[in-house]
């Protein structure tokens, strides 16, 4: 589990690719200090595992449903990517809750600027789009954002000055892919409603006449 709030930019030192899989050695510093095989690091706000490391890298394997689901393979040698640690069971809760696990990718449509703020605007799937609202949340390369906008398949997000020099979100252009995975608790939410609906309509909800009587609505 994670929180959206990038602790370090790395660098893809380099890439081993084999078929639809990839290997990934990637600088840093922060997140080292305390590493050890095993651990999950969201790459990009990907969850991925430490299978080696050193004292200035460490080194990760992607599947091919990640390769296929998310922008890693669009990756190069010189890379920057966002780089988080898996959240402390004590540690203070600053972003919200990311998972890791990407719902999908998509693309930047326009950057604006707005005083001090860049407004960014993004082009997601439809079915990406019905777990989005404004003043949500949304992580964007595993960025903890908050949306501002939300139409459509389009949806906006505005960067202070601070995100935009401690996250890659802020050296991203238009065109250019992002990961992105919608928050959580809303996911749960759309999905739970949509069983609910589909038990009332055929009948097999188990809210019955009986039921409202013994809870005291009717």
Not at 2 to 31: H, M, P, Q, W, Y
Not at 74 to 86: F, I, K, M, P, T
């Given at each position: 589990m994670?929180?959206?709030?990038?602790?370090?930019?790395?660098?893809v030192?380099?890439?081993?690719?084999?078929?639809?899989?990839?290997?990934?050695?990637?600088?840093?510093?922060l997140?080292?200090?305390?590493?050890?095989?095993?651990?999950?690091?969201?790459?990009?706000?990907?969850?991925?595992?430490?299978?080696s490391?050193?004292?200035?890298?460490?080194c990760t394997?992607?599947?091919?449903?990640?390769?296929?689901?998310?922008?890693?393979?669009?990756?190069?040698?010189?890379?920057?990517v966002?780089?988080?640690?898996?959240?402390?069971?004590?540690?203070?809760?600053?972003?919200?809750?990311?998972?890791?696990?990407?719902?999908?990718?998509?693309?930047?449509?326009?950057?604006?600027?707005?005083?001090?703020?860049?407004?960014?605007?993004?082009?997601?799937?439809?079915?990406?789009?019905?777990?989005?609202?404004?003043?949500?949340?949304?992580?964007i390369?595993?960025?903890?954002?908050t949306?501002?906008?939300?139409?459509?398949?389009?949806?906006?997000?505005?960067?202070?000055?601070?995100?935009?020099?401690?996250?890659?979100?802020?050296?991203?252009?238009?065109?250019?892919?992002?990961?992105?995975?919608?928050?959580?608790?809303?996911?749960?939410?759309?999905?739970?409603?949509?069983?609910?609906?589909?038990?009332?309509?055929?009948?097999?909800?188990?809210?019955?006449?009986?039921?409202?009587?013994?809870?005291?609505?009717?």
């Amino acid at each position: 589990m994670f929180t959206g709030i990038i602790e370090e930019i790395g660098k893809v030192r380099s890439i081993t690719k084999s078929g639809n899989t990839l290997r990934l050695d990637i600088a840093a510093k922060l997140i080292l200090s305390d590493v050890k095989i095993g651990d999950s690091i969201a790459v990009n706000g990907v969850c991925l595992t430490v299978t080696s490391f050193n004292r200035s890298s460490f080194c990760t394997d992607v599947m091919p449903v990640t390769f296929h689901a998310t922008n890693l393979a669009r990756l190069a040698a010189g890379s920057l990517v966002n780089l988080e640690r898996a959240m402390a069971a004590n540690g203070r809760f600053g972003g919200h809750v990311v998972s890791g696990h990407v719902d999908g990718i998509g693309k930047v449509i326009s950057i604006k600027p707005n005083e001090n703020a860049i407004v960014y605007t993004f082009e997601i799937s439809s079915e990406m789009s019905r777990f989005c609202i404004a003043k949500g949340s949304i992580a964007i390369d595993g960025t903890s954002l908050t949306l501002v906008d939300v139409r459509n398949n389009h949806v906006t997000v505005s960067l202070i000055p601070h995100t935009r020099m401690h996250s890659i979100v802020g050296y991203k252009k238009a065109g250019d892919i992002v990961n992105i995975e919608c928050d959580i608790m809303a996911k749960q939410y759309v999905k739970t409603m949509a069983k609910e609906n589909k038990a009332i309509s055929t009948g097999n909800s188990g809210i019955t006449e009986a039921y409202l009587a013994e809870h005291g609505f009717i």
